[in-house]
């Protein structure tokens, strides 16, 4: 079972920058697609970005495509989202996601971390 613990949310002005890190406590966290998640209050969880396994490849929603890169360090079980320009509607609860994969034209994953919040003001 793959663990995730994110970090690096907090308090940001509109226009700044966060970058999210995600620790993985399974030596099988090289073999995984991994994703960024996000849920924004009475809104339900949304896709954000998402890296194969070699870190070759990535996929971001088109929403926030040039703003928000995804990337990966398997060495050290670590997965990123470097996020720029945010915006307040970029406020959301943001989760890691390992195992990520399309199902019936939407993106779901095995494994969750528990979250952070990223918050970002006016």
């Known amino acids: 079972q793959e663990q995730l613990v994110e970090s690096g949310g907090g308090l940001v002005q509109a226009g700044g920058s966060l970058r999210l890190s995600c620790a993985a406590s399974?030596?099988?966290?090289?073999?995984?697609?991994m994703g960024w998640f996000r849920q924004a209050p009475g809104k339900e969880r949304e896709f954000v970005a998402r890296?194969?396994?070699?870190?070759?490849?990535?996929y971001n929603s088109d929403s926030m495509k040039g703003r928000f890169t995804i990337s990966r360090d398997n060495a050290n079980n670590q997965v990123y989202l470097q996020m720029n320009s945010l915006k307040p509607e970029d406020t959301a609860v943001y989760y890691c996601?390992?195992?990520?994969?399309?199902?019936?034209?939407?993106?779901?994953?095995?494994?969750w971390g528990q979250g952070t919040q990223v918050t970002v003001s006016s």
């Open positions: 996601a390992a195992n990520v994969f399309l199902r019936y034209g939407a993106w779901v994953a095995d494994y």
């Open positions: 399974e030596h099988t966290f090289s073999r995984y697609a």
């Open positions: 890296i194969t396994p070699s870190g070759r490849t990535t």
